[in-house]
């Protein structure tokens, strides 16, 4: 009953925060830290509201969610964590004064040719992958027809082409025509690459950009919110019965709601990564402190070069869920960084993760870029939703663009400037 209590507490308390923070996106009062959290609030604290309403999924096939589940301390500690991460980022918002002032940026002809050519890079992967016409990159992987080599191939040239096209709607001034001739080009890199991740990404390079150049305002966002979250729902359930062959008709309503929790909120690895830490010997994620923080900074070091070379993070806790020994699998569970922090840091890690994604948000803001607010809305996302392997590429070009934007930007002229903002 104590955690119920805690729960509802939390959920009035963060939704606030909600309210503020869309008031203040409504009011064109663009920081990214407003728009960041309206995603962590989707996808950590949207799960407490169905745990009321709908009640605890059954993770009967997942018995380490099942354990954190049903600890009542991981679940305080877990709520204790969103509530400090509300109060974190809010408080940044409204206590530090950003200097935006958005322009369309111009890019040279040179550049302008890069974009479109990184564009129009996946149509030429149907000439040398033609099988990929029926199949997706993703689900040929998983029915062993595409080498991991070739994969990756696959997954960076999708994954920059959808990037560019992200930033050629966000400059372009003809919106509305932009838009209808680069759709086909991002729905071509969605199907070769076939994670639901990208999607996601052009989902959100989508809104924010609509935002940006105030395509949309006041209820408009609103509702155009509500149309491309119900979009995502429909391709993800798509996803599943076509990639994954999960039949919805074919599941139990209870294996069915565990299998949209897991897919829709990454809580419940969150708490597992909490439960872990409070009790050592039965959840181990981690073979190591800091040993996904290893493989982060070198992921592109081959096996054969480096035998002893970390697995991906999602594996280490999918090999934990089934309280096996850290192994590859034919899928990984969805993670984020704020439970990689916790693995990775331990407690520490509660503040660390958190405090990265708000960092970004400070450097993002002084130079009033359009380009690179957009960006850092798109990486803090995407940190919140998957794991940094993912996207690597493009949080290298995100890293190298943020400190040239801001080279010029004193240490001192970061400190918070108070003012009265709502």
């Known amino acids: 009953m104590t955690v119920e209590i805690l729960k509802i507490a939390a959920l009035m308390y963060t939704t606030l925060c909600l309210s503020v923070a869309t008031f203040n996106i409504i009011r064109q009062n663009l920081k990214s830290i407003y728009f960041v959290y309206i995603i962590f609030y989707a996808l950590f604290i949207l799960p407490m509201l169905f745990?009321?309403?709908?009640?605890?999924?059954?993770?009967?096939?997942?018995?380490g969610l099942m354990l954190s589940r049903d600890d009542s301390f991981a679940n305080i500690i877990y709520i204790a964590f969103l509530c400090f991460i509300a109060s974190l980022w809010l408080v940044y918002a409204r206590r530090h004064k950003s200097h935006l002032g958005f322009s369309l940026p111009s890019f040279s002809i040179i550049l302008s040719y890069c974009q479109y050519t990184?564009?129009?890079?996946?149509?030429?992967?149907?000439?040398?992958?033609?099988?990929?016409?029926?199949?997706?990159?993703?689900?040929?992987?998983?029915?062993?027809?595409?080498?991991?080599?070739?994969?990756?191939?696959?997954?960076?040239?999708?994954?920059?082409?959808?990037?560019?096209?992200?930033?050629?709607?966000?400059?372009?001034?003809?919106?509305?025509?932009?838009?209808?001739?680069?759709?086909?080009?991002?729905?071509?890199?969605?199907?070769?690459?076939?994670?639901?991740?990208?999607?996601?990404?052009?989902?959100?390079?989508?809104?924010?950009?609509?935002?940006?150049?105030?395509?949309?305002?006041?209820?408009?966002?609103?509702?155009?919110?509500?149309?491309?979250?119900?979009?995502?729902?429909?391709?993800?359930?798509?996803?599943?019965?076509?990639?994954?062959?999960?039949?919805?008709?074919?599941?139990?309503?209870?294996?069915?709601?565990?299998?949209?929790?897991i897919d829709y909120g990454i809580n419940s690895v969150t708490k597992l990564a909490i439960y872990a830490e409070l009790h050592p010997n039965q959840v181990k994620i981690l073979e190591y402190r800091g040993q996904r923080a290893v493989f982060t900074i070198?992921?592109?070091?081959?096996?054969?070069?480096?035998?002893?070379?970390?697995?991906?993070?999602?594996?280490?806790?999918?090999?934990?869920?089934?309280?096996?020994?850290?192994?590859?699998?034919?899928?990984?569970?969805?993670?984020?960084?704020?439970?990689?922090?916790?693995?990775?840091?331990?407690?520490?890690?509660?503040?660390?993760?958190?405090?990265?994604?708000?960092?970004?948000c400070i450097y993002d803001d002084r130079p009033g870029d359009l380009i690179l607010s957009m960006s850092t809305v798109l990486v803090a996302s995407l940190l919140l939703a998957v794991q940094i392997v993912s996207f690597y590429p493009i949080i290298v070009a995100y890293l190298i663009y943020l400190i040239y934007k801001n080279r010029y930007v004193s240490v001192g002229s970061l400190k918070m400037d108070y003012t009265n903002e709502t």
């Open 51 to 63: 745990d009321l309403t709908y009640g605890l999924p059954e993770y009967k096939k997942y018995p």
């Open 118 to 261: 990184i564009i129009i890079m996946p149509a030429l992967l149907l000439i040398v992958f033609p099988n990929s016409l029926s199949q997706t990159d993703y689900d040929l992987v998983v029915a062993g027809e595409l080498e991991s080599t070739t994969s990756t191939v696959v997954n960076i040239l999708t994954f920059l082409s959808i990037f560019a096209i992200i930033l050629i709607f966000l400059t372009q001034r003809n919106s509305y025509f932009s838009l209808i001739s680069l759709v086909p080009w991002s729905i071509l890199s969605i199907w070769l690459n076939g994670k639901r991740n990208k999607v996601l990404i052009s989902i959100m390079g989508l809104a924010a950009s609509l935002i940006y150049k105030k395509l949309i305002r006041g209820n408009k966002m609103v509702i155009v919110g509500f149309v491309l979250v119900f979009a995502f729902i429909g391709y993800s359930d798509i996803y599943q019965v076509s990639v994954r062959a999960i039949d919805s008709n074919a599941t139990s309503p209870e294996d069915g709601y565990a299998g949209k929790r």
């Open 298 to 360: 070198l992921p592109f070091i081959s096996k054969s070069t480096w035998p002893g070379k970390p697995l991906p993070y999602a594996l280490y806790v999918t090999s934990a869920i089934f309280f096996a020994a850290p192994q590859l699998w034919g899928y990984g569970i969805t993670t984020s960084i704020l439970e990689e922090g916790i693995s990775n840091f331990s407690w520490i890690g509660m503040v660390l993760a958190p405090l990265l994604i708000l960092v970004l």
